[in-house]
């Protein structure tokens, strides 16, 4: 009765690799709505677009490709057996889930303070493609917000377990798949940014 | 141990005891995939009884025109929370998650799904969502009244409990995308030696078309639930007219999803009428490879002909052309299964045991629904019976004839393996037959008044309609006493009925049939090595 716990990394992984699909989806039905509301009002989305802050829009990109990289390396250095550097190189991820949050937190803030939020009597009183513009724009970054918190409390807890040696060269489909978790948050921030802050 | 046998099926052996726990820890904390199976299958069906209920008080509301029972508003909420309780507690779940449990993994020879705990978690998830949709009828500014489409722009304004209700329906999502990850990874990795793609049995390739629909369209409805919250609490108004949004783009949204939905709900029970009719008939199943393809041809072309929920909401005519053709060729598929079950049939040795009813009757309530939809499917037939009674007809015989008939069928021939305990054989043909003529009653008046022009949903109706709503609820009277029937027989059967001797009651050649009555926790002695097909009969012997 008592058998070794199952133990199957390609099938973790495939299960991970489905996962990730469906939060692919979940997006998906967000561009949806971009694409077909971009047809609609060409013009307005353009105007709204470039009220985005390019520069604080750019510095996250940054933040959270490194963040990525940092992620891979983490893999590697556990699988090279080097403990030490996978929770340094986790924490940096970490911290750039910190950074990017703080960064996106300036970013709505300021916009709050134009008046420009969901439901706000300017957004109310101006064209109907801006105010379906910044609808999708904060339904779509405060839900990419919400995996970069999801993603940066997985990797947090991974960094845990790799300093209490219960993830380690042997065993690391948990850092492996928080891995791969991560780079999805970070995948589809590529897609928003070009789609939000440098095409319109 | 006689007294014992009297009494309760944990006293049969298998995973009811060898483990040694006992007390409802042991069932609410167990990974093993026959108790989550039975908790799937036990909470499936209160919540299907539930939705009786309500069915049926409905259709007393409908006996006679103007006010019988209740009042406009109540109506509302009744006909809304019978749909959401119908569709997201009771027949997506339904096959997936209590006998997609119980059976698949012994059926490809595994000790258990890829990932326990998290099929586990699904069902939590399950209960969860379940529990905040009950919170929702009693909270707040009451049941919600929208129907269970919860189309906006109106959902968004109403002032019953949506959100509440829609936030349930988002976990309950959660935990169908989980069960569609566990069983595609399952499949994949923990088959038997010997068990190849070709000879796993019809249900679980049913069961893997099922779980890749749920993993590719369950997030879209998430997504969909997520803004009709975003509407109501922080007023985004992406589909509000008068803010620039469009209605008719939630329409698409929650459509993406809830047409494959529909094959979420009847893939399984396909799946079921295949194991049940080679059995019964005694003859190996005919175009196996056919079934087993038309299962992933049905999932592929049934996420694509969403659009025909909106012939009449103002679309385009190319997009209307497009839908209705896509919509025909899902037909093909389905009609292939059809003929390949009739043709199994064909020159078998049918022996009509109560599971056998129940999957021929299958057969023939989702043919009449199939090709209802047909109709729908048409775009200038779906002009005048769009909205209609005829659509809650058609729904009604895919649903309820084709999902839920094949639920009974799969309770008659899968639940005594696991109670080991046999129901008594003639009340389940009475019961069968009450419920089958009870059900044409019931819903084939409905698509005659939908032809005749009596609009769903509403409340009231013309004077000319009289005579076949009455009918239709006699209808349900009917229905509802073969259902107690068949419950009190099938219960009574499995508490106290003759201990089933032997593996293989039914002369089934699946793996299931080949462990212990009931199966042991893990299932397998020895992990089994597949040396034949799911349907070679040959010295299996009648029982």
């Excluded at chain 2, 990795?189 to 369209?217: C, D, K, N």
């Amino acid at each position: 009765m008592s058998h070794a716990p199952h133990r199957d990394y390609a099938g973790a992984k495939l299960g991970m690799w489905l996962f990730l699909f469906t939060e692919m989806l979940l997006f998906g039905g967000l561009f949806i709505l971009y694409a077909v509301y971009l047809h609609r009002y060409p013009g307005e989305f353009a105007a709204a677009g470039h009220r985005l802050d390019l520069v604080l829009g750019t510095a996250n990109t940054v933040i959270l490709l490194t963040s990525s990289l940092l992620a891979a390396m983490a893999v590697t250095a556990v699988q090279r057996g080097e403990g030490r550097i996978a929770v340094l190189a986790l924490g940096g991820a970490v911290l750039c889930a910190g950074g990017f949050l703080a960064i996106k937190y300036a970013e709505w803030s300021v916009k709050f303070s134009h008046g420009i939020y969901p439901g706000s009597p300017s957004l109310v009183a101006g064209p109907p493609g801006e105010s379906v513009f910044f609808g999708l724009y904060y339904l779509t970054t405060g839900l990419h917000g919400l995996h970069v918190l999801i993603g940066g409390v997985l990797l947090a807890v991974v960094a845990l377990r790799v300093k209490g040696g219960r993830i380690h060269a042997g065993d690391h489909i948990w850092l492996e798949n928080g891995a791969l978790y991560w780079h999805l948050v970070d995948l589809v921030w590529i897609f928003i940014f070009p789609l939000y802050y440098l095409m319109l | 141990m006689k007294q014992a046998e009297r009494t309760r099926p944990a006293a049969l052996g298998g995973f009811w005891g060898d483990t040694g726990k006992t007390g409802i820890g042991a069932w609410l904390l167990s990974t093993d995939h026959k108790r989550i199976g039975l908790l799937y299958f036990w909470s499936v069906l209160g919540f299907f009884l539930g939705g009786v209920v309500l069915g049926l008080v409905l259709r007393l509301e409908l006996m006679a025109p103007g006010r019988t029972i209740m009042g406009p508003q109540a109506y509302n909420a009744l006909f809304t929370v019978h749909g959401v309780v119908m569709i997201f507690l009771f027949i997506i779940p339904g096959i997936p998650g209590a006998f997609g449990n119980l059976i698949m993994p012994i059926q490809i020879g595994a000790r258990d799904v890829a990932f326990p705990r998290l099929n586990l978690l699904s069902w939590w998830l399950y209960a969860a969502g379940a529990a905040i949709i009950l919170l929702s009828l009693v909270t707040g500014g009451g049941p919600p009244d929208t129907g269970w489409t919860f189309y906006l722009p109106f959902s968004g304004r109403t002032a019953t409990n949506v959100s509440l209700a829609v936030f349930g329906v988002f976990i309950v999502g959660f935990s169908s995308i989980l069960t569609g990850i566990n069983f595609v990874t399952t499949i994949h990795r923990l088959r038997a030696e010997g068990m190849s793609w070709g000879r796993l049995p019809l249900f679980v390739w049913s069961l893997y078309a099922t779980a890749w629909v749920q993993i590719l369209a369950t997030p879209i409805l998430g997504i969909t639930l997520v803004l009709i919250i975003a509407e109501r609490v922080l007023g985004v108004g992406l589909f509000d007219p008068g803010r620039g949004g469009d209605p008719l783009m939630y329409q698409h949204l929650f459509w993406i999803y809830s047409h494959p939905a529909v094959y979420i709900m009847v893939l399984p029970a396909m799946g079921v009428v295949s194991e049940i009719i080679p059995v019964f008939a005694r003859k190996p199943i005919f175009g196996y490879k056919m079934i087993a393809f038309s299962s992933l041809a049905i999932a592929a072309a049934g996420s694509l002909v969403w659009g025909h929920h909106m012939f009449t909401s103002g679309m385009s005519d190319t997009a209307v052309l497009v839908f209705s053709f896509l919509t025909f060729i899902v037909a093909i598929p389905s009609a292939i299964k059809v003929f390949n079950w009739v043709s199994t049939l064909y020159r078998g040795s049918i022996s009509l045991d109560p599971p056998m009813l129940f999957a021929l009757s299958f057969i023939l309530l989702f043919s009449i629904g199939g090709l209802a939809g047909l109709i729908l499917g048409a775009a200038a037939t779906d002009v005048h019976v769009h909205d209609t009674y005829f659509v809650v007809g058609h729904f009604h015989y895919v649903m309820f004839g084709g999902a839920g008939f094949a639920f009974f069928a799969a309770m008659h021939y899968w639940l005594p393996k696991f109670y080991g305990r046999m129901y008594a054989r003639r009340p389940a043909v009475i019961a069968w037959a009450l419920m089958f003529v009870g059900f044409n009653i019931l819903y084939f008046t409905m698509k005659v008044l939908g032809m005749r022009g009596m609009p769903r949903r509403y409340y009231d109706y013309l004077p000319e309609f009289a005579g076949l709503n009455l009918a239709s609820t006699i209808g349900s009277w009917i229905l509802a006493l073969g259902l107690a029937v068949m419950l009190v027989n099938l219960f009574r059967g499995l508490w106290k009925g003759e201990p089933v001797t032997g593996a293989n009651p039914w002369g089934g050649a699946t793996l299931e049939w080949t462990v212990p009555t009931p199966p042991p926790t893990e299932n397998f002695a020895e992990e089994p090595v597949v040396t034949h097909g799911p349907y070679d009969f040959r010295g299996k012997g009648t029982p």
